[in-house]
């Protein structure tokens, strides 16, 4: 494969992230870093290795690595988090109904290809590129994961969550466009929590003071934990939390017990903790991944039912750590509409798809055409009953 200006770029799999250098992937996922926090530490060294020495990816988990490396003259100038694929679970952009409907006119769809950070609806850059080689990398790593899989002659390509501008660049080398909705909090230069409880409508004001009096009447504390704060054994009562909430979700959590682990060791300065502890005995946390301005929400569980104490823990605290430490934004994870009432507003996501066979790639075409239609209105939608101040909504449009 050659670039632009005619010198060639090596493309290569790689089944472990123990095969590449730390330094080189990170000089691509993460070059940020000399000048302070990543801008999302998913696609980090440190994060994708947790999950694969964890054994969250791997072996019997439907997620095996393949991760893409782009070299030219012998310096990583690209990679991508990529996965062969023998379901569609832990994706948060689902492709079920492809699947079942390739499968019921004959076709094979698993093992499909996937560029994605595992079990995270977080958008972030799916084409890593050193600084200087962001055309020629990202191109390079389009054209080698859609030729891997033409070779293999694997059903599918997808590289989800990435950003607008990727889905852009992908979307002019061919490959099809799709957009969802998540719903995120701006921060827009908030003093404190009061500060933006004015912002509001007074009827949601009300209901925002009424659920955080509520919550914060369980009969415990509310401790909020990052870095060293992070003891080994928050993870164990953590690890109760996010059975609960796998099993009920997924059937069977994503993250294996080591993941938590590991990640204490390697990522606790990337993590706030949000623990509700009682009788000093935590039942119900939050955890949220730090980015550099930008906080995540991940993941949620409880050993005991207290009203709004979700909505304290995952919304209202996260919103308080963003505003102290003057973060862009709040990203809540997937779905739930129930947070528009609570401040978070519709945003547009974007993933890309390329499809082998030709006939069910026009299908697939025209649906996501339609799609994008109804996902635009429905934003529309609902940013107009967001729960903003009449004046604040057109401050915002």
């Given at each position: 494969m050659t670039g632009s200006d005619q010198q060639t770029i090596d493309i290569q799999l790689f089944g472990s992230l123990d095969q590449i250098a730390a330094a080189d992937w990170d000089a691509c996922a993460c070059p940020e870093v000399a000048e302070g926090r990543a801008i999302d530490p998913f696609t980090t060294y440190r994060f994708l290795h947790a999950l694969e020495v964890s054994g969250s990816v791997g072996p019997g988990t439907g997620w095996q690595p393949q991760y893409l490396s782009a070299t030219q003259n012998g310096q990583m100038i690209a990679c991508a988090p990529l996965y062969a694929k023998s379901h569609s679970q832990g994706e948060y952009i689902f492709d079920h109904n492809w699947a079942h409907a390739f499968e019921n006119a004959g076709g094979r769809y698993y093992p499909k290809l996937q560029i994605a950070v595992p079990f995270t609806p977080a958008t972030g850059r799916r084409f890593l590129t050193r600084p200087g080689f962001e055309m020629a990398g990202t191109s390079a790593l389009?054209?080698?994961?859609?030729?891997?899989?033409?070779?293999?002659?694997?059903?599918?390509?997808?590289?989800?969550?990435?950003?607008?501008?990727?889905?852009?660049?992908?979307?002019?080398?061919?490959?099809?466009?799709?957009?969802?909705?998540?719903?995120?909090?701006?921060n827009a230069g908030y003093g404190d929590f009061d500060d933006f409880l004015a912002s509001l409508s007074s009827r949601k004001r009300k209901m925002i003071r009424k659920e955080r009096r509520t919550a914060n009447a369980f009969g415990g504390e509310v401790l909020m934990l990052t870095g060293d704060q992070i003891e080994p054994w928050h993870w164990d009562a953590f690890w109760r939390f996010y059975q609960d909430t796998g099993a009920r979700k997924w059937g069977t959590p994503y993250l294996t017990r080591g993941f938590f682990d590991i990640a204490h060791e390697t990522m606790r300065d990337d993590m706030l903790l949000v623990?509700?502890?009682?009788?000093?005995?935590?039942?119900?946390?939050?955890?949220?991944?730090?980015?550099?301005?930008?906080?995540?929400?991940?993941?949620?569980?409880?050993?005991?039912?207290?009203?709004?104490?979700?909505?304290?823990?995952?919304?209202?605290?996260?919103?308080?750590?963003?505003?102290?430490?003057?973060?862009?934004?709040?990203?809540?994870?997937?779905?739930?509409?129930?947070?528009?009432?609570?401040?978070?507003?519709?945003?547009?996501?974007?993933?890309?798809?390329?499809?082998g066979h030709p006939g069910f790639a026009d299908a697939v075409q025209q649906f996501l055409t339609a799609e994008r239609a109804a996902v635009a209105e429905d934003i529309e939608i609902l940013t107009a009953y967001g729960p903003f101040r009449k004046e604040q909504r057109e401050e915002r449009e």
């Open positions: 389009i054209q080698g994961a859609v030729q891997v899989a033409a070779e293999n002659e694997l059903s599918s390509l997808h590289i989800t969550f990435c950003t607008e501008d990727e889905a852009l660049a992908g979307g002019q080398m061919g490959l099809m466009q799709r957009t969802g909705q998540q719903f995120h909090w701006d623990l509700a502890m009682r009788d000093g005995q935590p039942v119900a946390g939050a955890l949220n991944f730090i980015g550099r301005d930008t906080l995540y929400g991940r993941y949620w569980g409880c050993v005991e039912d207290h009203p709004c104490l979700h909505f304290e823990l995952c919304y209202y605290r996260a919103m308080d750590f963003a505003i102290a430490q003057n973060m862009a934004r709040v990203e809540a994870g997937a779905q739930g509409e129930h947070k528009l009432a609570r401040g978070y507003l519709p945003v547009t996501t974007h993933s890309l798809h390329w499809v």
